[in-house]
């Protein structure tokens, strides 16, 4: 019964008095089972990787009209696996004149970016990091991934690779700000920056406090990734194949697993802001539901990620900067000054009184924005399609002939 109630922790008591019996110091032990700890969560997510790449292939594939992958394995479940070892076996071709430290780093810090956030994300109770300002932690490690890209394009001596690295900085910048500002609506709500306290303080999930927030979240973070429709960073069809066009083999790969697994993440850290994380009957009691609560929330909202992929075309760069700065950024600043000023007057009102006057709040909100948005598009389109009639402007008069200097003179 005690490893169903508290499995991290019989494990690590048996690790930790394990460490100890070979004669190891407190202190040694300590940073020995940090490490494990590590080591094993990072491997797990990373493995988990295979399953989103036959997932998304397979849905994507179904969206398409397509099978996706059904000749190795039963279901093509064995072909991430075949693509593995093919992509091993592939030599590393480092370009002549590019800068090899640099070149190499770069997909290692944007891989690790993607982990470092998991080391916060509370998957059961009273497990992982309780850090008490994880939320900041996040955004902070979250650049990491810019940073990997910036190095990768700079490093590879190519134009085109340079030219994506470019956009990267105008497109992480710019959907940053949406990101951290819905990010604040459930740390006000919570009242605590440190995510397992936001999960403990959801008795209503915060999706239903605030749904806008989380639209805003997730389109601005879908944005940050570069996945489609925001996918600028990559666009084959602009600027050949992005800021990773002169890697290969498992240098490539790294890649490849840091995109995928910084889309899975998106769902994880909206799970724990937004849905409850893992809140769910007996989650207390048996914290092992409590993971596979987490886990389906999180899968859910990475589903909707590969829906939008397999649905929709890649916008241009500039109405991508408009939406971010002239639509997504005012918006969450609305909703960031409204949930603050409300929350004041309806803290009395129980957890659900509070809960469904955040909710109206963010339905006028809602309406008022398509109704603003539905004007807007009416105003541009009667611009665009007014063209000039006959007789609808006067005539234009005759030139009125220059005098020369000899008549000026007489």
């Known amino acids: ?21 070979w004669g190891l110091s407190e202190g040694l032990t300590t940073v020995l089972l940090y490490l494990i700890g590590a080591g094993v969560l990072a491997t797990l997510v990373q493995v988990w990787v295979i399953f989103l790449i036959w997932f998304e292939r397979k849905i994507i594939g179904r969206f398409q009209d397509r ?90 001596n190519n134009k085109f690779a340079l030219l994506s690295a470019f956009r990267t900085v105008a497109q992480m910048i710019s959907y940053e700000v949406p990101t951290v500002l819905a ?64 890697y290969s083999g498992m240098v490539f790969a790294i890649f490849y697993v840091g995109d995928f697994l910084h889309a899975f993440t998106i769902g994880a850290l909206g799970a724990v802001l937004f849905l409850g994380g893992w809140r769910g009957p007996g989650a207390e009691t048996f914290p092992l539901l409590g993971l596979l609560y987490l886990w389906i929330k999180a899968f859910l909202v990475y589903f909707l990620v590969v829906w939008a992929r397999g649905s929709l075309p890649r916008v241009r760069i500039d109405q991508m900067m408009d939406f971010s700065w002239k639509f997504l950024t005012p918006l969450a600043l609305i909703l960031l000054v409204v949930a603050a000023v409300l929350d004041h007057f309806v803290m009395g009102f129980g957890m659900w009184g509070r809960a469904l006057s955040h909710f109206a709040a963010n339905v006028v909100i809602a309406v008022l924005t398509l109704r603003y948005l539905d004007h807007y598009d009416k105003v541009r389109e009667s611009k665009r399609r007014m063209v000039a009639q006959p007789g609808q402007y006067p005539v234009a008069r005759p030139p009125v002939p220059v005098e020369t200097s000899t008549e000026a003179a007489s």
Request: net charge negative.
């Open 183 to 246: 990010l604040l609506i459930p740390v006000m709500l919570a009242g605590t920056m440190s995510l397992q306290g936001i999960v403990e303080a959801q008795h209503v999930w915060y999706i239903v406090f605030a749904p806008l927030a989380f639209v805003i979240y997730f389109i601005a973070s879908v944005a940050e990734v570069g996945r489609t429709p925001f996918d600028l960073l990559e666009a084959e069809s602009e600027i050949v194949a992005g800021f990773h066009i002169e």
């Open 67 to 156: 099978l996706g992958p059904n000749r190795v394995g039963p279901y093509g479940l064995l072909q991430p696996f075949a693509d593995l070892i093919k992509i091993i076996t592939k030599e590393v071709i480092i370009p002549r004149d590019a800068d090899k430290a640099v070149y190499l780093l770069g997909p290692i810090i944007m891989d690790a970016g993607v982990l470092a956030i998991w080391a916060v994300i509370p998957l059961m109770p009273m497990v992982g990091m309780d850090v008490n300002v994880a939320a900041l932690y996040t955004i902070a490690v979250g650049a990491f991934a810019t940073l990997g890209i910036l190095m990768a394009g700079w490093a590879s």
């Open 1 to 21: 019964m005690g490893i169903l109630s508290q499995p991290i922790g019989v494990i690590a008591e048996w690790l930790r008095n394990l460490f100890l019996g």
